[in-house]
């Protein structure tokens, strides 16, 4: 039996465990996808091969260690410096990114988006900005503090404090704000400003109305959740898991239904 894992803390909300082994199971695969509890990301490689795992996805807060424990790090991981998803061949650990794919399957549905604006500057910012650009998305950046931001330079960037607001295609809250609070991801009026006259509002956060999306609502700005997006990075880890021996819609059609249970 083929043995997969999440790594991250904390991992017990994950939806993974459940929408993988969904399609194991429906798909007679000799195979099983468990979740682990890491706190120190350092010891990722030596975990993943003491568990004789042969692949695995990263979720907060170790994306940026797992790109450093991997032997190699193909495609798009490669340019940001995050990993999500890793599997080993030929005894070496292989790294990429699938969260900035599955953003755009998630949002496919909205049309003529030229620009955005990208609320938080973590490791879900970098993956989207970097990958909206390749979209020629004009992209800019507001993120409550200054210091993560060096790493936007070829976009342009804001704190609270240096912000003018101005029109966005698309706002996207990539913020941990409203995860496990009631916060939102900036100052409430600048936020019904921006909703005012954005076409689109998405958020990361999934599982449930965050105090970002439900302003969204109020103003009638058509949303996202971060729910699909999780559908869609996982439907593309597990491809690469089970080398692409489905296509996109088949994996997808057996994952999703672990998130209607
Ligand atoms: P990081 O920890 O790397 O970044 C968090 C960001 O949120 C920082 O920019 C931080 O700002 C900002 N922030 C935190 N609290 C607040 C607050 N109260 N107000 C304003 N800004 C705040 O996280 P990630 O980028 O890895 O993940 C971000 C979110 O996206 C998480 O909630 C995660 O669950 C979700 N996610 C969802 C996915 C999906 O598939 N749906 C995939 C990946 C992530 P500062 O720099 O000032 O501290």
Redesign the pocket.
């Known amino acids: 039996m083929k043995l997969f894992a999440i790594f991250g803390n904390p991992v017990s909300h994950s939806k993974s465990p459940l929408m993988h082994n969904m399609l194991f199971k429906n798909l007679n695969i000799n195979a099983c996808y468990t979740r682990v509890k890491l706190e120190d990301g350092t010891k990722l490689k030596e975990k993943f091969l003491a568990l004789g795992l042969s692949g695995a996805n990263i ?3 170790h ?1 940026e260690e797992a790109f450093l424990a991997c032997d190699e790090v193909v495609g798009f991981a490669k340019q940001i410096g995050v990993v ?1 998803t890793m599997i080993i061949r030929n005894g070496k650990l292989i790294g990429y990114n699938t ?1 900035a794919d ?1 953003f755009i399957y998630a949002i496919k549905d909205f049309k003529n988006i030229k620009s955005a604006l990208i ?7 970098k993956a989207l900005a970097s990958r909206l650009k390749i979209d020629n998305i004009k992209v800019d950046v507001l ?3 200054g ?2 931001l060096s790493y936007f330079s070829e976009f342009d960037t804001y704190t609270w404090e240096s912000f003018k607001p101005k029109t966005y295609d698309i706002i996207i809250n ?4 409203g ?1 496990n ?1 009631d ?4 100052d409430k009026n600048l936020l019904k400003n921006l909703l005012n006259s954005a076409k689109y509002a998405t958020d ?3 599982g449930k109305v965050t105090p970002f999306l439900k302003l969204a609502y109020e103003n009638g700005t058509p949303t996202k959740d ?2 699909d ?2 559908l869609a ?1 996982g439907v593309l880890a597990n491809m690469l898991f089970c080398n692409n021996a489905h296509s996109y819609e088949t994996t997808k059609e057996h994952m999703q239904k672990a998130l209607e249970l």
Do not use: E, F, H, W
């Not at 609320?119 to 879900?124: D, N, R």
């Not at 990539?174 to 704000?177: I, L």
């Open positions: 979720t907060v807060p994306k999500n969260d599955g609320l938080g500057a973590g490791g879900t910012a993120n409550r503090s210091s993560k990539t913020t941990s704000a995860l609070d916060a939102l991801p900036a990361a956060i999934y971060g729910l997006m999780l990075q």
